[in-house]
């Protein structure tokens, strides 16, 4: 699974911690507006939040 992330995270050109944080945020603002799909399932679309590159 933390291949996986990190293999996410690369494409993306995010760090996986940020990836991880984007992931959190993503579920509970879609748990507070109850709009996630049944069962658990995560897009593989852009996310619409954004993270500061490290230099």
């Known amino acids: 699974m933390l291949a996986e992330l ?3 995270a ?3 050109d ?3 911690q940020s990836l ?3 992931f959190l945020r993503e579920r509970i603002d879609a748990e507070y507006t109850k ?5 658990f399932t995560i897009s593989d679309q852009k996310s619409i939040y954004t993270t500061k590159k490290h230099e």
């Open 14 to 16: 995010v760090p996986y």
């Open 35 to 39: 709009t996630l799909p049944s069962p």
């Open 20 to 22: 991880i944080k984007i």
């Open 10 to 12: 690369n494409q993306r």
């Open 6 to 8: 990190r293999q996410l």
